[in-house]
């Protein structure tokens, strides 16, 4: 089959490989010779992965000619990075010549040819899929439409382009901004890359909604849907299903089709269970370990004890400590070296910063972490018209028998980073970006709250009975515009250096040419 | 508080006589289309003016003019018979009193809005559209009623490009937390998809038409968002002549010479004084105290030209003019805080019957005053 000049595309982080290598066989057993590429990301450091798929066009970073100012790596976490890569890689791909590009996010699966959708792209500049397509019943998913109001009318897990001067026009605005505003915070209007897409009802004239209830079926719009299965393809309302769109799915809490929601079973999916099953065992196939932790955790109330939490504390609870003490103005005296120089724990306090709740005595390299929830306070100048980039030297608490930490990270109450931190040997500087609004009081408060912090006595290797999480170095605190300054000196003076030495060449082969009279 | 409640009650004579008028006028039909736009009365003067402009230039289409409000006769003057009026009692709503008491004067005005709108299809009109009361209309119309035909539903988008100045994204953001279309010039023609989004919209807006930002309300205008996701056949009007107000003024280039106003090259057809406040004449909007009377240019003619309007629709008296759904039935303010009270009730507030009456044990007046509530 040849299909016009189109090309699939997705973007993932290394651990999420099982999710394409599903993605690319669902799409090569329905439209065998369609291009599909992955633009896969690796931390730092880390090696490229073995078990790359032959079958794949893999893209790296590099390859999307992000300018070198651009500091989005340094302070985005796994999931905002890769969202707010989206039109970077949408664009490298038309300006390699495809007509129509689709970006499919890769815990999607291809459940037949997608040629009419790619038509259907190919003849507007941006085809998007509204999350839903009529009002929610009452008693299906519970406060939906608000949360659709919060975080974005179409979902971003679909995004079809089509090479027009509009769409290029788009795309640029789009990565422009998701350069610095691809962040979770649903009050300031931002849910990552996604709420942004709620302007292309305005700024794209030839914008083609696609209310197809086949294209990206989601639980979100599954519901209340009839699903039919005919022994060869699954029918949705009556419409052939084209690509399913797993989002949250965690095969250890099936029958709960997502993890961000406890009301859905896969049961009430008509004739879908099935087919969740089957994803379910591909992707342990593949070598999928499991999401852990992610799960939603029943609602538990934080014990607080001699300067801990012993359990996992609510958004709102943390939200409220992130409010406790920011509201007195320059409540410290001191306000925190802002040179990016980096400040050991041992000389935090020095510095002003103090470590306020969940942290265990001070050791000569540093400070474990105790309990679920720790916390640090952070002045910061009042009038300060920029940004702050606050670096942590951290290190996970992750022994053989426990490979993985997981830490959420706040910033006045306000997710603003997951990190996944797994065994390295060298602590790692893991960055987080205060606006300069979030600095107004005086005081950052950044709160840690670890997913699944143990103590070495549940594991076995030593009678300490600690709950630890990770393990804190240092710190170093900088302004935004400090950092691109750093960035652009070091540029000039490169540049510099380039000159000189073609100077030199010059004045060498001029002194050659000369000759005495 | 006394005298300006007894004062709109004691009318009513006079209002009977006016409407009665009014309804003889109301049983013709004239046009396919209406218009409307909706004010409590004291923003009458703004009806007024939007009313007057809106038939200037598009003398053939019927203009309703809804009072979100009780009336008050003897405001009304001859030249408002060119109006269509409708008040609260048009509208079939259940616990309607509930409703006129939790919401504040500019709450209750954006919440009747999809109301409005139904009755006007139900009446028998094709296409209603409707002005938010801020607005001037400067040309007439035609290029809009005539995506009547093929859509459901019409909308103009805050923006249409991004903002390229300095600080861009901060609006950007700002229109997100808004809604992208603005409430304050939508069309609906009488499709069945249009009228199962306004029952939808109805419930919505009856039950929270606040601002809550944070959590994605913004009065009405928010839900508008969905149109594109419900709506089969809509129209998004991307016309830079159509519903010009502060959010997009400076990227608009607005000239203004013999009286035509263009914007971007196009002929201007509605521009609208969002928050614009009298007491303040040399600003637009209060929500933006950066665009002032000096720094925008030739749209200062028009601003100028609203100014003379309002005054000549005597918005300095009807100002001052009570708003019925303020007081109790024996006089007293209603403040924002026993609202607040009253909605944290929650559904339990029916007990209660009608909230504005004050002469019975089991009413919310007296509940109030009993302090069981601060238990």
């Known amino acids: 089959m040849k299909l016009n000049g189109a090309a699939i595309c997705t973007i993932a982080f290394e651990n999420y490989l099982p999710f394409v290598h599903v993605l690319t066989d669902s799409l090569i057993a329905h439209d065998p010779g369609l291009p599909f590429f992955a633009l896969l990301i690796t931390e730092e450091g880390e090696p490229p992965g073995s078990r790359v798929p032959a079958n794949l066009n893999i893209l790296r970073m590099e390859d999307l000619s992000i300018p070198e100012a651009d500091a989005r790596p340094r302070f985005y976490d796994r999931k905002q990075l890769s969202a707010s890569l989206k039109p970077a890689l949408l664009k490298h791909l038309l300006k390699q010549g495809y007509a129509s590009v689709i970006f499919l996010d890769p815990d999607m699966l291809v459940t037949a040819s997608l040629s009419q959708v790619i038509a259907t792209v190919a003849g507007h500049s941006l085809t998007l899929t509204p999350h839903i397509l009529r009002p929610v019943e009452a008693d299906s998913i519970s406060g939906l439409e608000k949360d659709l109001l919060r975080t974005g009318m179409f979902n971003a897990g679909f995004i079809g382009v089509s090479a027009t001067p509009e769409t290029l026009r788009f795309l640029d605005w789009w990565d422009k901004r998701l350069a610095e505003y691809c962040l979770n915070q649903p009050k300031n209007g931002m849910h990552y890359d996604q709420r942004w897409l709620d302007h292309a009802v305005g700024f794209v004239n030839d914008l083609h909604v696609l209310r197809d209830p086949g294209v990206n079926a989601a639980y979100w719009n599954l519901i209340d849907r009839e699903v039919v299965f005919d022994g060869q393809q699954y029918l949705i309302d009556g419409s052939l299903l084209k690509c399913i769109h797993f989002s949250g799915f965690d095969p250890g809490i099936l029958p709960q089709a997502t993890c961000y929601s406890r009301e859905i079973d896969i049961t009430q999916l008509g004739a879908l269970p099935a087919l969740f099953y089957q994803y379910g065992e591909s992707l342990t196939a593949q070598g999928w370990a499991g999401r852990s932790g992610i799960a939603v955790s029943n609602k538990t109330f934080a014990r607080y004890s001699e300067g801990y939490f012993e359990c996992a504390l609510t958004s709102a609870e943390i939200y409220d400590l992130g409010k406790i003490e920011t509201k007195q103005k320059g409540a410290f005296a001191r306000p925190t070296i802002m040179d990016g120089k980096f400040t050991l724990v041992s000389a935090l306090s020095a510095a002003g910063i103090r470590k306020r709740l969940g942290w265990s005595d001070e050791e000569s390299w540093g400070v474990w972490s105790r309990g679920m929830y720790s916390d640090l306070l952070i002045p910061v100048p009042e009038a300060l018209h920029d940004d702050i980039l606050i670096s942590f030297l951290v290190q996970g608490f992750v022994p053989r028998q426990h490979p993985l930490q997981e830490v959420d990270v706040f910033l006045n109450g306000d997710f603003v980073a997951g990190w996944a931190l797994n065994k390295t040997y060298m602590p790692v500087f893991h960055t987080i970006r205060a606006s300069q609004e979030a600095c107004v009081n005086g005081t950052l408060v950044v709160g840690f709250q670890m997913r699944n912090p143990v103590s070495p006595f549940a594991l076995g290797i030593s009678d300490d009975q600690r709950v630890l999480g990770i393990r804190l170095q240092g710190i170093k605190v900088e302004a935004l515009s400090q950092y691109k300054n750093d960035r652009f000196k070091l540029r000039v003076t490169v540049t510099i250096i380039r000159i000189t030495a073609k100077l030199k060449a010059w004045l060498r082969d001029l002194s050659h040419s000369i000759r005495p009279i | ?375």
């Open chain 2, 1 to 375: 508080m006394r005298l300006a409640f007894s004062f709109c009650y004691e009318v009513d004579a006079i209002e009977y006589s006016f409407f009665a008028a009014n309804i003889k006028n109301m049983l013709a039909q004239n046009s396919k289309y209406a218009a409307v736009t909706i004010v409590s009365m004291p923003y009458l003067a703004l009806a007024r003016v939007t009313g007057r402009s809106f038939r200037e230039h598009n003398p053939d289409i019927d203009f309703f003019i809804f009072l979100a409000d009780r009336p008050v006769a003897h405001v009304f003057e001859p030249a408002d018979s060119e109006f269509r009026f409708l008040n609260v009692n048009d509208l079939e709503l259940d616990h309607a009193e509930s409703v006129f008491f939790r919401y504040k004067e500019l709450e209750l005005t954006y919440a009747l809005t999809p109301c409005v709108i139904k009755h006007l299809l139900d009446i028998g009109y094709q296409g209603v559209m409707f002005l938010k009361q801020e607005t001037l209309v400067l040309e007439a119309l035609d290029t809009v009623t005539s995506h009547f035909s093929g859509s459901s539903v019409l909308l103009t988008p805050h923006l249409l490009a991004p903002i390229g100045r300095k600080g861009g994204e901060k609006w950007e953001l700002n229109v997100l937390l808004s809604g992208v279309f603005n409430g304050g010039f939508i069309g609906f023609s009488n499709t069945t998809e249009a009228r199962v989004f306004l029952d939808w919209w109805e419930q919505k807006t009856l039950e929270q038409c606040f601002l809550d930002t944070a959590n994605g309300l913004h009065f009405e205008q928010r839900w508008l968002d969905f149109v594109p996701s419900f709506v089969q056949s809509y129209t998004i009007i991307r016309d830079p002549g159509m519903n010009v107000g502060h959010w997009n003024l400076l990227d608009r280039n607005i000239k203004s010479s013999d009286g035509k106003v263009t914007a971007m090259g196009m002929p201007c057809r509605i521009f609208r004084f969002s928050g614009y406040d009298a007491k303040a004449p040399g600003y637009l909007t209060r929500y933006n105290k950066d665009i002032s009377m000096d720094r925008i240019g030739e749209a200062a003619a028009v601003l100028r030209k609203y100014q003379k309007m309002l005054n000549d629709a005597r918005h300095e008296a009807t100002s001052r003019l009570p708003y019925a759904f303020g007081y109790f039935d024996n006089g007293a303010a209603i403040t924002n805080a026993m609202r607040k009270r009253y909605i944290d009730c929650g559904a339990t507030v029916l007990r209660f019957g009608d909230p504005f009456e004050t002469d019975h044990p089991g009413s919310f007046y007296a509940w109030l005053g009993s302090g069981s509530h601060q238990s």
